[in-house]
């Protein structure tokens, strides 16, 4: 069964960090983008990150740059999202997602095959 688990969200005070893990089952990250997404309720979904296969293609949503890093092991067949610098405005259902990509990434959800169940991120003091 393909699956992709977050976890790693949680409660958080202003400016602390958090790091999100999307480990993949039933199929390997190998030539795979992973793209995190979020969504605040009333909100639409935000692309807020994406990765390419080999690190060489990342991207990231003007609120989140230079506070938010994208890697991957992919030997561990797992994403990373480390949050740094939390704002209550980061508080959101945070999403991976995967999708077969030669080595690029892309902050648009329709193009990802494969999404995650989601884990919650709470910025609040």
């Known amino acids: 069964q393909v699956q992709l688990v977050e976890s790693g969200g949680g409660l958080v005070q202003p400016g602390g960090s958090l790091r999100l893990s999307c480990a993949a089952s039933g199929f390997t990250l190998d030539y795979y983008a992973i793209g995190w997404f979020r969504q605040a309720p009333g909100k639409e979904r935000e692309g807020v990150s994406c990765?390419?296969?080999?690190?060489?293609?990342?991207y990231y949503a003007d609120s989140v740059k230079g506070r938010f890093t994208s890697s991957r092991d992919n030997a561990k067949n797992t994403a990373y999202l480390q949050m740094n610098s939390l704002k209550p405005e980061d508080t959101a259902v945070y999403y991976c997602a995967a999708f077969w990509a030669v080595d690029t990434c892309t902050p648009r959800g329709i193009e990802y095959d494969y999404w995650g169940q989601g884990t919650q991120v709470t910025v609040s003091s």
């Open positions: 990765i390419s296969y080999s690190d060489g293609v990342t």
